[in-house]
C-alpha cells in the first residue's frame, strides 16, 4: 500500500492534534522507511517480477524485520514510547503508535500471502493489489477520508500552510497514479534509492503542518430564552 498509509497519517491529526503532521506520516510508514535500508544493508531482500500482482510488480519474498506482524508490534511499542519520553503527550504517544501497527494490517489488505505473521513463519495477505479498481477503491478512498479529517481539524495560518501542504498531496497522489501502471523499476538500486527518498515526506509534512492552526471548535449556539 501507498497512499493510503498517507491517509491514515492525514485522519490521525483528528484523534492526536497536538502532534506533528511529519511524526504521523513518520509512524505510518515507519517499516517502508527502514525497508530500504534494511534492503541496502543486505538484511532484507526483494525481487522485480513483473505481474506477480496487476498493481505491485515486487515480490517481496524476504523481509522479515520490517514487515512482520511480530516486529510490528515491537517497532510500534518503540515508537510510542519514544514519543512519549519526548513529548510527554500519551495521546500522540499512543495514536502514533497504532499509526506504526496499521502499516503492516493495510499492508496485509493488498499484498499477496507474503506478510509474515512472524519473522519467518506463517504469510497472509488479502491480494487486493490482484485488482487495479479494488485498489484504487481502497487506498484512494482512505486518502480522501484522511484529507477531509485533517482539513476538519487544521486550517491553513498563511501561504505556507497551504501550498506546502497541497503540493505535498499533490506530488503523493502523482507518485501513487503512476504505480497504478504496475511499471516494474529500472534496478533494485533504482528502487532502493526511490523508497528511501520517501523519507523526504517526513520533514515536508512537519514543515507544512507547522503553518496550520487547529480549527476552533464551533460555537455553541447560544440558548434562547
Ligand atoms: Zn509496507
Redesign the pocket.
Known sequence: ?FIG?YGIALGAKRLAPRTSLGTLVLAA?F??AL?PIFLMAGVEHVRIAPGITRVSPLDFYDYPI??SLLTGIGWAAAFGLIYFARRRYARGAWVAAALVLS??L??ALV?RPDMPLTPHGRVVGLGLWNSLAATVVAEGGLLVLGLVLYLRTTTARDSIGRWAFWTLIVLLSAIWVSSLRGTPPPSLRALEWTALSLWITVPWAWWADRHRDARQPLARPAATS
Open positions: 500500500m498509509h510508514e517499516v517502508d525497508w520490517s514487515h502499516h503492516w493495510l499492508d499484498h
